[in-house]
């Protein structure tokens, strides 16, 4: 099992295989209508946690994220804009690559100035990522990329690059089992919603999606084991119902209520390491709202093997209740 972040793409690379797991066992709670009760999964890889404590020594610095919002300062006056309206001009027939800046949203994470994850903005101060992307990092460290499609490029997209006023890691995400894998960034100055720029929107509340068509996007390997992508790609899965995913080659109860999986029983087609908190999203008529931010999978597109999400919809009263300081669409 792997998280998808680059690095943990990089921990492959080194050691042949992925092995990052943390043992926590999470106590069981029910908190706000959210179910965090960790499941009793007996795993059966070899315990790495001196290994990863060895990884993070190296780096990342040690830092407790905030899991609670304090008292939201009054939000600016907003401004009418609209969400999950992508800039789609003509399609690239048979082609990955998204076109620049179709998918307005979608960030791109970088540590010490180096990309490692992804992340979607809801909000004109808040990009939704997983909480394994902000777990254990130095946020002082952590900075937040707009607008961007070739990572090598200077002069493709007019990228903008902000800087990190907090973290807000679910206080019920489990290393263990990667239930509740969601955070928030806030930014330290506002993003404007013009030009090209919008926010995604969030899902509907009541619906399980079974049965749609999921796009994720991302700037992560293409291939297992593979190096991650230069420009921003796209591919859509089929998302399953749990229960279908708790019929797959995954232990059953591995996959909780707060988990959603996308992908073909057949594999071939999946996120892989470096899309982690990423976002995947469904589109009702022309708008796109995000149903889930890419968490763990094993391998990338095994057979039998659905790529899992954070399910958003079991968490928008905690996204609503922390990120009342800032403007929607």
């Not at 706000?32 to 946690?49: F, P, W």
């Not at 988990?259 to 982690?276: F, I, N, P, T, V």
């Not at 890419?294 to 039998?304: D, K």
Request: a neutral charge.
């Amino acid at each position: 099992m792997c998280i998808r972040t680059a690095i943990c793409l990089a921990i492959i690379v080194a050691v042949v295989a992925c092995t990052v797991n943390c043992e926590e066992v999470q106590s069981s709670v029910v908190k706000e209508g959210i179910n965090l009760n960790a499941t009793q999964y007996n795993a059966t890889i070899n315990d790495d946690k001196n290994f990863w404590e060895w990884i993070l020594a190296g780096i990342l610095s040690p830092t407790d994220s905030s899991t609670e919002n304090p008292k939201p300062e009054t939000p600016e006056e907003c401004l009418p804009c609209k969400c999950g309206l992508t800039n789609v001009q003509k399609r690239i027939v048979g082609g990955v690559e998204t076109q620049v800046n179709q998918y307005p949203w979608m960030v791109l994470l970088m540590y010490r100035g180096r990309f490692y994850c992804g992340g979607s903005v809801i909000s004109s101060f808040y990009v939704v990522t997983a909480a394994h992307c902000v777990d254990r990092f130095d946020s002082n460290l952590i900075s937040v990329r707009i607008l961007e499609h070739d990572r090598n490029s200077t002069t493709e997209a007019k990228t903008q690059e902000f800087r990190v006023d907090k973290v807000i890691k679910h206080g019920g995400y489990s290393t263990y089992n990667y239930n509740n894998d969601i955070a928030l960034i806030k930014l330290k100055d506002a993003i404007r919603f013009e030009g090209k720029m919008r926010p995604v929107c969030l899902p509907e509340r009541a619906k399980t999606f079974a049965g749609l068509n999921g796009t994720v996007t991302g700037w992560g390997a293409t291939a297992e084991s593979g190096a991650i992508s230069q420009t921003l790609q796209e591919v859509t899965v089929p998302i399953l119902s749990n229960a279908e995913c708790r019929a797959s080659k995954y232990p059953s109860q591995r996959i909780t209520d707060n988990m959603l999986c996308a992908g073909y029983q057949e594999g071939s087609k999946d996120s892989c390491q470096g899309d982690s908190g990423g976002p995947l999203h469904v589109v009702n008529m022309d708008t796109y709202q995000i149903v889930g931010v890419v968490s763990w999978g094993e391998g990338c597109a095994r057979p039998g093997y659905p790529g899992v999400y954070t399910r958003v919809n079991r968490y928008l009263s905690w996204i609503s209740r922390n990120t009342e300081d800032s403007c929607y669409c």
